[in-house]
């Protein structure tokens, strides 16, 4: 997890002691948790314990662990963030840690008119659809069709969004110890539920060049669960291509995540993965497509699972709200995932954000995805963790690289989404430089991670 402590400037106990921090800011060093003893951290790490000793005391008096007699330190924070960072993170602050675009409102208000009028059908019945109600089912099941994928409507369970549809499935097909091949990156509440039941993700690597056979194939010997996000994936942005989709057998069941399927923005849609793979089990979601608020998702799987899945549900929730189930039923039979305007404002966004990294940061590399919402932004040196936690103090919150992987990998990347207006990307970008130039001149930022999406 301490990754490339030990490049970069300064004495080595300030490298690690910075380091710590930033692993307990952003929630990877859990608060409770214990650190190994000074002598086995030194061990460790080769190096010595006079340096892991000060790294420690640093630590302790900034309030980021607590000591007690015969005991190891555990992780805590501050009680109060110091006073210059109080108001850092007001409203004026960008926010480039979600990435999901704002509501089309006037088609929104459209659709939920017409489902108010829908409702009263409902009102004889208890209202806990099961599996969702039949007009959702049936809208998902028709979209999957105009994809070229005949589904029935009794394959599709609603679920409260695509992360809630993972959650379900990880906890109905998962035991604690079993391993779940990941894209590597890959979208951080992804791994976060796979490590709540205790599974042990097994990370490989979306290369700038894509998705590696032979590699998916290795480990999918070894694994419970593979989970894929083939469409626009979320970090990256890349799109698997038919000719991996045509040779992938994957030796485990396939979760494959299609959140970003209606975002492509330069040609056609991808193929769905299910037709070249007729075992995978579908998730989908309108969060980015429409819009995150309606909270609606699906699993396509046979009835045989959605059975499994459902009955796992009862343990924590009873169904999905029935008026935001019609009015996404509208909104899917009138075809708006793929509304050409929204797809134009994002090309034009997604060429802004690129221009204003050209402009100031030249040496970031960031290529140009295909589709969805988002760039894979690659600095030159380590800095992505350093970098999100100081970044508020300049206007702007982002996404740190670690986030999106498991062992520390990734602190050269940055994920940056490109869902908000031009002008505030451009100016976005602008505050990233200069928190990037004061992380150079030694500046350090105490800022915990935002909330991503
Ligand atoms: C790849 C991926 N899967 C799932 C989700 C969660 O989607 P939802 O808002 O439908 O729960 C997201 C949201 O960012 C995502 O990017």
Redesign the pocket.
Known sequence: MLGTWQEGPGPAHQRLSDRLRLLVLDGRLSLGSTLPSERDLATALSTSRTTVGAAYRTLVDHGYLATRARARATVRLPDDPPPEHRSSTSSATIDLSF??PPAPVEILHAAFATALEQLPRHFERHGYDRYGTAELREAVADWYQRRALPTPPDHILITN????ALALLARTLLSPRDRVLIDHPT?PHAIRTFTEVRARPLAVAVAPSGWDTAQLHAAARTASLAYL?PDFH?PTGLCMPTSVRQALRLACPTVI?E??TDLALDGASPEPFALHMPTAISIG?V?KSIW?GLRI?WIRATPSLLERVQQTRLATDLGTPVVEQLATAVLLNEHQTKRPSALQQLRSQRDALRQALTEHLPDVHAPRPAGGVTLWATFPEPISSRLAAIAPDHGVTIAAGPRFGIGGAFERNIRLPYTLPPRQLSQAIRRLAQAEQALARGATGTHRPAPV?
């Open positions: 990435a999901a969004g695509a992360q809630h979208y996000i979320n995540d959140t970003m979601s969060s995150g998702g999406a």
